[in-house]
T-cell receptor
């Protein structure tokens, strides 16, 4: 079945450091890919998305490119801030699987001043 | 526009007691989801509704869990009786149910602690 594997955490960075959180997926069809963010005490919020191969999703300085050849959707940010501290979830939604969302286990990011 | 509303935000009960969670989706969203999120894990789908019909409940432990979505708007998830292992965050999400891609909007969740 469909699945998502993302980089284990926790990840601790200093402010202004470069961030990469790896995500790879397995799907039978052509899924849409997402990154969700969960701030402490809050629900999941959609950070960015890509619906087809080579699409780049971007938001708040974060970017991820849908790479069909490597089945990846790595999250990147050039300069992280303390306010980026949160848990990040990679997810996919596959039309061949009723559009049900499959999430990775999440990666906790802590950014220190 | 209001987001997905869930209540209560926190619930502490003793094992074998019943508990219920309530969700009000975003207005106009036909599809509603209940997810279970264990500590340190991603959400896992329990049940999905299209309007008032439960179209995917294959992951719902039906011996103790039940859900309903009367009139295709609000939804309630119930556990009876609760077990220690049910301690988790229960998330509700909704979407338009668009066929192109599925952007889901999540509520803040209900954190359940079973003692």
């Amino acid at each position: 079945g469909d699945s998502v594997t993302q980089m284990e955490g926790p990840v601790t960075l200093s402010e202004e450091a470069f961030l990469t959180i790896n995500c790879t997926y397995t799907a039978t069809g052509y899924p849409s890919l997402f990154w969700y963010v969960q701030y402490p005490g809050e629900g999941l919020q959609l950070l960015l998305k890509a619906t087809k191969a080579d699409d780049k999703g971007s938001n708040k300085g974060f970017e991820a490119t849908y790479r069909k050849e490597t089945t990846s959707f790595h999250l990147e940010k050039g300069s992280v801030q303390v306010s980026d501290s949160a848990v990040y979830f990679c997810a996919l939604s596959d039309l061949n699987n009723n559009n049900d969302m499959r999430f990775g286990a999440g990666t906790r990011l802590t950014v220190k001043p | 526009e209001a987001g997905v509303v869930q209540s209560p935000r926190y619930k502490i009960i003793e094992k074998k007691q019943p508990v219920a969670f309530w969700c009000n989706p975003i207005s106009g969203h036909n599809t509603l989801y209940w997810y279970l999120q264990n500590l340190g894990q991603g959400p896992e789908l329990l049940i999905r509704y299209e309007n008032e019909e439960a179209v995917d409940d294959s992951q719902l432990p039906k011996d103790r869990f039940s859900a309903e979505r009367l009139k295709g708007v609000d939804s309630t998830l119930k556990i009876q009786p609760a077990e220690l292992g049910d301690s988790a965050v229960y998330l509700c999400a909704s979407s338009l149910g668009d066929s192109t891609y599925n952007e889901q909007f999540f509520g803040p969740g209900t954190r359940l602690t079973v003692l």
